[in-house]
Structure formats: C-alpha cells, structure tokens
C-alpha cells in the first residue's frame, strides 16, 4: 500500500479515537473546561477579554449545578448516590471564576469566532463542536510526526511505526479531546520541531511565535533553538525564528513581566518567590513528584484523577527505562538507524559521538532528546513552584502532550536500539499493544463505568474495576444511555455505542498496523 495511504489510515485512527471521547466525556470532565470555554463565550459574546476574578457566565453556572465537576461540589460517587429526583434539583456550587483567564490569547480568539457561528445552539452541542475542532487542531501531529520520523530514521516503515505510536499514546487523545489550547498547542508543537529540524528560520519564527500565543510552557522550546545559535549553520536560521517569535509573542510576555514580574502570569509561578523555590529543592520529594508526573502521563481519567493498577505504571516505567537507555546508547555511539541532516557539512566525521562537538545538535535525533530534556527541566521547576505554593510535590505530566511526537520516536528508536536483533523489529508493536492494551482497559474498566456510576470509589479510596456480570439484564446500554445525560439531543445511546465500537476497531487498527509494518522489516531486504 502506498505510503500516503498508510499515513491517511493513522491519521483516521487517531480522529476517530478522538471522536470517540469528544462524545463520551461527561460535560467539563475535561481539564479546567468549564473555565476555557467559559473565556471562549465571554469573548463571543462580549468581544473583550474577561479577568482571572470574572465570574463564568450563567449557563455555565447552570450546567455545573447539575452536573459532577471537578471543584465544582459534586463528584461522580456523590451524583449516581442522589436519587432520580434529587439529580434533577440544582445543588450548591462554589462560585466559579474564568481563571484560565491567565493563558495566552491565541486559541481563544479562534475558538471565539467558531463559537459565533453555532449562534444560540444549546451550550453542550457547543462544547462538543469545540472539543471536535480541539481534536481536529491536535490531529495535525500524525502526518507532522510522520515528516519528522522519516528524518530522523531515513526509512518510511520505521517512520510509519513511530506514527502508529503517536496516534495510539493515550495521553495525546484525552488531552486533545477537551476544549482547551492544548489541541492548538499538540499541532503547533509538533510543527514548531519540525521546522527546527529543517532550519527554516522565518516559517519557524511564525510557528514559534504562534505557540508561544497558544502556551506559555512553550518557552521551555527556547534552549534548543537556542543551542544552534553556536553552530554556524543553523546561526542565521536560528537567529531569524527567535527574533520572529518574539515580535509575534513578545508584547504578551512583556505585558506579564509588567504586571506580574512572571513571564507565563501562572498563578503557580507567580505567587512564590525565588527564595522560595531555593528553599524548596530541598524539601521537595522529587520521587514521588516523579512518579505523579508518570502516572499523569501515561494514563489519567481526566478531571476525576482516575487511576489504574500500580503494576501498569511500573511495566509501562520499565519499558520506559529501557528506551531510555537505548536513547542514551544511540547518542553515546551512533546508529546507523538514526539518520542525520544531509545537508550538514561535516555530518559524516561531526555525528558520530555525542560528546565531539556542538556540531551534533544538528542531528535530529539529538534534537529530539534535547527538546524532551528541555521540557523535563520547566516541568521539574513547575512541580518547584507548585510544592512552594500548594506543600504538594506534582509535576503535571500532561503538559508534555506537546511533545507526543518527538516521545514515540525516542521510544521507537531507544528500545530498537537496546533490544537483541531478533526482537528489534518487535520493539514497535510491544510499545504499540502496551499503550493501547493500557488505554482499552483504562477505558472500559474505569472510565466509561464510573461516568456512568457503575462504580464508585471506596471508602479507602480505591476504585474498584467494572465487573462484567454488571452489563447483562441491559445494564450495557443503560451504561451509555447515562453517558448520553446532559449531551446534545442527538447524541443518543445507539450513536455513542456506534463511536465506541469505532472507537476499537480503530485502536486494534494501530495494533494491526504496527505487527504488520514490524512483519515488513523484517521480511524486506530493500529496508535492511
């Protein structure tokens, strides 16, 4: 099958997985939705931007009196606990502010002038149209991705294998698939190193400009691009995108660093002080703040902090691990399946060891550690600035969503590299089948029944998974038929248990792929 043809049917995968949680995700289960559609109506309505202290708009209000929120006084145990009644009468909420009010404008002024065209539609259909052109924005990844594999391997069923990976990463689908800037900034980030790759300083200025008007943990992108500032190729490209990206986003930054002596104007990273942070690099338990960001990464049930086995996470940390000393292996001594810039002047004699020279940041593969190593450092000063603020030591691990490209193409080289030969070419469909095996159980073990109130969490806190016996005598269809509560009128049962069965035949689709591609490797002479 031709390659375009491949390339379409991951980027379908990945759409339709998305379409899948768009339309079963209870109303603001999404990360802080409630507060970025809440800007997004104020600015559709209004034509100006709200503060972090405007209160959100009245039919938001309405909605979060009827329906569990996270901070908003109900959670899912406590709404299927009130009988059919009692759910149908408001209960207390906190008041709730536009506090999202603090990220960059960018998402929000597109998002205004789509939400304009659905004029006076009911709010959840709303919300659903956002979510699915949140999904469509955060799509763009796939083929992007794609471009970005195949220069870094050289070779398209390599290429093709890390793609399948992108689009089966759970991580990348539930935080694409609430309205929020992290679908603008999974697209835009995954272009943004593209084109540090391909050195294309004024289309990387616009990129990075772009992103860092959708993002503020955009500016930990900064350093690499820095770093080519001290190769004298990649000097002029480099110079011309920061210049352009500060022209575009600079005036934002400038008015933060005025009124809030932060650059983001995150309540988290203003409110601490220097002194603070220092004091607190001691104290801080990087371990477990390790281990939250993990966890937050792989796997999260959105607002509700939903969490698997123990074991999960420590099988997908140890896959984890040995990737990454594969990586460590593949930048120590070179491979031969790390294909480097062709047009480098001394590519053959400067790539060949990571320590020769600054010469090998134009590697990509180089960059792409780089980049991942970037934004591990802002994550490690973010989970600083929260423990100094809040005394919880968590980094959040789903902000790197923007990097969800460059992370399954470390991962597909890392563990090629430190597996035996004759599992090198398994090394895609075991990350693959681990990540969707993961998400299915996740899915529909978790999620989907304790949306539903199928299961609730236990007085110790634990969260028992859905017994199957629970879906018989109708129960698979009241099941969806709770899901469908508060929803758009024709989102009824029988489409949602339509998307969820697409839902699967798409993830077993990434399954089927990557042993396909992984049966090619090995078979084809021609991709030795």
């Not at 939705?33 to 931007?49: D, N, Q």
């Not at 969490?307 to 070179?334: N, Q």
Request: net charge positive; proline share 5%.
């Amino acid at each position: 099958m031709p390659v375009r043809l491949w390339m379409l049917l991951l980027w379908v995968c990945f759409v339709v997985r998305g379409a899948f949680y768009v339309c079963a995700i209870p109303l603001w289960e999404g990360f802080d939705e409630y507060a970025h559609y809440a800007r997004i109506e104020y600015l559709a309505t209004l034509g100006r931007e709200p503060l972090r202290t405007t209160p959100v708009p009245d039919d938001i209000a309405e909605t979060m009196a009827h329906v569990p929120t996270h901070n908003g006084g109900m959670s899912f145990d406590r709404y299927w606990r009130l009988t059919p009644t009692e759910r149908q009468t408001p209960f207390s909420i906190p008041q709730a502010y536009v506090y999202e009010a603090q990220q960059p404008p960018l998402f929000y002024w597109l998002s205004a002038a789509f939400d304009r065209l659905l004029g006076k539609s009911p709010l959840a259909s709303r919300v659903v149209f956002l979510r699915m052109i949140c999904v469509l924005l955060a799509s763009v990844c796939v083929p992007i991705g794609f471009l970005i594999a195949r220069q870094v391997f050289g070779k398209l069923v390599l290429a093709l294998m890390s793609t399948a990976l992108i689009a089966a990463l759970p991580l990348l689908t539930y935080t694409a698939t609430h309205v929020s800037n992290d679908g603008l900034a999974i697209g835009l980030g995954t272009l943004v190193v593209l084109l540090v790759l391909r050195r294309n300083g004024v289309a990387l200025g616009a990129a990075l400009g772009a992103a860092l008007l959708t993002k503020a943990f955009f500016l930990a992108f900064l350093p690499p691009v820095i770093l080519l500032l001290f190769y004298r190729t990649t000097r002029r490209s480099a110079a011309v995108a920061l210049l352009g990206a500060v022209a575009i986003a600079g005036w934002w930054y400038g008015d933060n660093w005025i009124g809030t002596r932060s650059l983001t104007g995150n309540i988290m990273l203003v409110q601490p002080s220097l002194g603070q942070m220092a004091a607190g690099i001691s104290k801080l338990n990087w371990i477990k703040s390790a281990d939250y960001g993990w966890i937050t990464v792989v796997w999260t049930g959105n607002w509700s902090f939903l969490g698997l086995r123990s074991w999960m996470y420590r099988c997908m940390a140890v896959l984890t691990i040995l990737a990454l000393a594969g990586v460590l292996k593949l930048l120590w001594k070179g491979n031969r399946d790390i294909a480097y810039l062709r047009n480098s002047r001394k590519t053959e004699r400067g790539a060949k060891h990571f320590l020769d020279g600054i010469e090998v940041c134009t590697a990509p593969f180089a960059l792409l550690t780089s980049f991942l190593a970037s934004f591990a450092v802002a994550l490690g000063y973010f989970a600083l600035a929260t423990f100094a603020v809040t005394g919880y030591p968590g980094a959040v691990g789903w902000y790197s969503c923007c990097l969800a490209a460059p992370f399954a193409i470390v991962m597909t080289a890392g563990l090629r590299s430190i597996a035996p030969q004759r599992l090198k070419a398994a090394s895609g469909p075991i990350l693959v089948g681990a990540y969707a095996a993961l998400e299915l159980f996740g899915v529909n073990m978790y999620l989907l029944p304790y949306y539903a109130g199928f299961i609730s969490h236990l007085p110790s806190g634990g969260l028992p998974a859905l017994r199957v016996a629970q879906l018989g005598n109708g129960g698979f269809r009241a099941l969806f038929e709770r899901l469908a509560l508060y929803k758009p009128a024709w989102l009824t049962a029988p489409i949602l248990i339509s998307l969820w069965i697409l839902f699967l035949l798409a993830t077993a689709a990434l399954m089927a792929v990557s042993m396909y591609l992984a049966r090619v490797r090995v078979e084809s002479s021609a991709d030795p």
